[in-house]
């Protein structure tokens, strides 16, 4: 297993623009989850789904949308980059059913973006 | 308000010294407390989960420990290679998949 995969590793933007951070898990979790990690700060979560055609907003939802078509994918998109978006990005998955123990998140290996 | 809290910020030991990094929380019902590392440029790394006051859990040189307002993680004789920040976070009972609070992690730095 890949476990959770993010691409890209990288990414610096001018302000206004936009563009999509991908996110991808092959351990058919039903949970998948967006964070943004900043120096000094805890993780803070963005947006968050609980199956195939279901999100709903986290901590910070302002200035990004997701969307989840697959079970597999959880695309994070930056509809119009600001400086105040540079951070490092995490996206996690988990397996949870109601009463069960099971529910670990486990993260991919970021993407630093960089606002200008 | 909901709250995790870890101390200290940074932590700086010598090979073989042992240590405890604290995790305190105040939230309004508790039904689960995770403890992850996080290597630089990397993304976190799931060590335990505990569940109920008195619990404990050991991995290696690492045991988590709960009581009803704080978790420890006890490192003993560390080695360089535990360098690393520790997370702590809280999921909430009686709520939705989205209440996980973390803390702002403790870098641990073991002196060869």
């Known amino acids: 297993n890949a476990g959770v995969t993010q691409t890209p590793k990288f990414q610096v933007l001018k302000t206004g623009q936009s563009m999509t951070l991908q996110c991808a898990q092959d351990?058919?979790?039903?949970?998948m989850s967006w964070y943004r990690q900043d120096p000094g700060m805890g993780l803070r979560l963005i947006h968050y789904s609980v199956g195939a055609g279901i999100t709903d907003q986290g901590e910070v939802p302002n200035g990004y949308n997701v969307s989840r078509s697959t079970t597999e994918d959880f695309p994070l998109r930056l509809l119009s980059a600001a400086p105040s978006q540079t951070s490092v990005y995490f996206c996690?998955?988990?397996?949870?059913?109601?009463?069960?123990?099971?529910?670990?998140?486990?993260f991919g290996p970021g993407t630093r973006l960089t606002v200008l | 308000e909901d709250q995790v809290t870890q101390s200290p910020e940074a932590l700086r030991l010598q090979e073989g010294e042992s240590s405890s990094l604290n995790c305190s929380y105040t939230?309004?019902?508790?039904?689960?407390l995770f403890w992850y590392r996080q290597d630089p440029g990397k993304g976190p790394e799931f060590l335990f989960t505990?569940?109920?006051a008195g619990e404990e859990k050991e991995k290696e040189r690492l045991k988590a420990t709960l009581t009803k307002k704080e978790s420890f993680l006890h490192i003993t004789a560390p080695k360089p290679e535990d360098s690393a920040t520790y997370l702590c976070?809280?999921?909430?009972?009686?709520?939705?998949?989205?209440?996980?609070?973390f803390g702002s992690g403790t870098r641990l730095s073991i002196r060869p």
């Open positions: 505990l569940y109920s």
């Open positions: 996690a998955s988990s397996y949870s059913t109601p009463g069960l123990a099971a529910d670990t998140q486990y």
């Open positions: 351990m058919n979790h039903e949970y």
């Open positions: 976070a809280v999921r909430l009972r009686y709520s939705s998949a989205s209440k996980i609070i």
């Open positions: 939230v309004s019902g508790l039904r689960g």
